[in-house]
């Protein structure tokens, strides 16, 4: 279950009116030709630690309050105080994971240069929300030099 405020929710609407059953299908065609082609060799899913981040909590304290305020939000010391105000904004939830996320595939993952995998030739996500409200990814990786399906037996 996610918490938005009023003031969020025309850009709530909007990403759910984009989320069409032509879209869905297209995505899943995307995925389906992939597969057909390789098997991936990595599935993994990224989920930020966005309770007690400090980068997170003051990210939400700043562009929530004013700063005498956010000051005061930031001393808190009970972890159900932290866990709100971690997700009382969904804006900053977004910029944080998307923060997180981007760094991940700039530094880690590299598609067509050396990466810690290797390298990686392409790789297919889906964000997600938890019953919180805060954003994780499941993905997965095909690595150059993947097993391919059609000569699957042969190489096996």
Known sequence: MASIRNSDFSQVE????????AR????SIELESSVRYSIPA???MLNPNDITNPIKLKLTACRTRETEEAEKFLGLDQAYKRARLAISDSVSLAIFFH???SMCFEHYVNVGEESVFVLVSQY?????T????????????????NMHLSTLSRDV
């Open 124 to 128: 297919n996500v889906a964000v997600e």
């Open 42 to 44: 990595i599935w993994y």
């Open 24 to 27: 869905l299908e297209k995505a």
């Open 14 to 21: 909007h990403t759910i009116k984009e989320l069409t059953a």
């Open 99 to 101: 923060r997180k996320v």
């Open 130 to 145: 938890n019953e919180r409200g805060a954003l994780h990814l499941h993905g997965l990786l095909w690595l150059q030099g």
